[in-house]
């Protein structure tokens, strides 16, 4: 069973009326809440990182939740499962990590118990105190596609690790930066409704998602979306760019005379339902979406 089927079950069994989001707007209490699980050798690997990057990427991840909602981070809490033999060391250097990639956001909290493997989970919270809050519902016919950066260069350096290769898209996959000044400038100003979210699981995984949950049709030329040059060495990839996860950059659907700094237009909101890369209806795409449930 796929990861959104059992979070389909999970709504339907709690009735919720929030789940959708990567995070949860609290409007009543003026916060976004959002938590994130990092399993050992499901996420990350010890062969190709250490604990110091390992605390960085962790906290990097949520704070990426949080930027895709427009919101502020704020507060973030750690629970760590670890085996028996995990050295003082490795939690003063994942802590050095966590703290350095949180600058003004505080660590107020959190568990720590014994496991066959590290697994890591933080939750985090943010302010909406001034901000206007995005939904993936919020896409509209006649909106346009921005982006706030490039892609492909996480999943370039994954293949990087696996082939024992150091290189510049090694770093940026172990040492990913979330994009809060983006978020900021779109949500301290925009006066109206928007979707916004992370391409934390791929562009493609986030597109379809946005045109799902809007029930429009998001049409994307390909040569519009940045990405580094050097990614064209690697094989397909035109794959890297469209479905590889973990460059925590930020897309959203805006009205077109609204003006975000450093952003790339990608594409335009039609009517319709799903997903046109250079005017061709994307099918088939199943298998090359990140899933963590499948094998």
């Known amino acids: 069973m796929k990861e959104k089927e059992f979070i ?3 709504k339907n069994t709690i009735k919720g009326d929030i789940i959708g989001d990567d995070c949860a707007y609290l409007k009543d209490l003026g916060i976004v809440l959002s938590q994130d699980n990092l399993v050992e050798d499901i996420h990350f690997s ?3 990182t250490n604990p110091y990057k390992l605390g960085y990427k962790s906290a990097m991840v949520n704070i990426s939740d949080i930027a895709a909602s427009g919101a502020e981070p704020k507060y973030i809490t750690v629970g760590l499962s670890l085996p028996q033999n995990t050295d003082k060391s490795f939690i003063k250097e994942f802590y050095k990590g966590l703290t350095d990639a949180c600058e003004n956001i505080k660590i107020v909290g959190g568990d720590i118990t014994g496991s066959d493997k590290i697994f890591i989970s933080i939750a985090i919270i943010g302010s909406a105190k001034n901000r206007k809050i995005s939904s993936r519902k919020n896409a509209k ?7 706030s950066g ?6 370039a350096g994954l293949k990087d690790l696996f082939c024992g290769i150091e290189s510049k898209f090694s770093k940026i996959h172990l ?3 979330a994009q809060i000044e983006f978020s900021k400038n779109i949500s301290q100003n925009i006066q109206t409704e928007y979707a916004m979210m992370d391409t934390s699981d791929g562009l493609m995984d986030a597109l379809l998602q946005i045109a799902e949950a809007s029930n429009v049709l998001l049409d994307v030329d390909f040569k519009k979306i940045p990405y580094d040059k050097e990614i064209e060495k690697y094989e397909n990839y035109q794959d890297l760019i469209l479905y590889g996860g973990e460059d925590y950059q930020l897309i959203a659907c805006v009205p077109k005379d609204f003006n975000v700094q450093n952003s790339f237009e990608i594409g335009q909101v039609n009517a319709g339902n799903g997903v046109e890369i250079n005017g061709k209806l994307v099918k088939n795409f199943e298998n090359k979406l990140f899933d963590h449930f499948k094998k």
Not at 141 to 146: A, D, F, N, W
């Open 46 to 48: 010890m062969k190709f």
């Open 141 to 147: 016919p006649g909106y346009k596609i921005i982006v």
């Open 150 to 155: 490039k892609h492909g260069a996480s999943s």
């Open 8 to 10: 389909e079950i999970i």
């Open 175 to 177: 040492m990913p930066k």
